[in-house]
């Protein structure tokens, strides 16, 4: 059953997801020592549940990049203007 809510740890993974350049494979994001802690945790998270390929960064999985492109959509819907009400 899907969650009703985003916790601070999912709004991270979709905040990285949102960082991957989806026209090209690639391309690929490298998550330094130095990010900020969350940053860092929630990739490790994407890469233990298979959606990128390194535990800093990395490329896309396939799933991932599904992943990526629904959490972009979304970032898409909810940010452009309704033209019609």
């Known amino acids: 059953m899907p969650t009703s809510h985003f916790s601070p740890e999912l709004f991270e993974e979709v905040k990285i997801?949102?960082?991957f350049n989806l026209s090209t494979t690639q391309e690929g994001i490298k998550v330094h020592s130095n990010a900020a802690p969350?940053?860092?945790?929630?990739?490790?998270?994407?890469?233990?549940?298979?959606?990128?390929?390194?535990?800093?960064?990395?490329?896309?999985?396939?799933?991932?990049?599904?992943a990526a492109q629904h959490a972009q959509d979304l970032l898409t819907i909810l940010t452009t203007e309704t033209l019609a009400s």
């Open 38 to 66: 969350e940053a860092i945790a929630a990739t490790r998270r994407l890469h233990d549940k298979g959606l990128i390929t390194q535990d800093d960064g990395g490329y896309l999985t396939s799933l991932g990049h599904d």
């Open 17 to 19: 997801l949102g960082l």
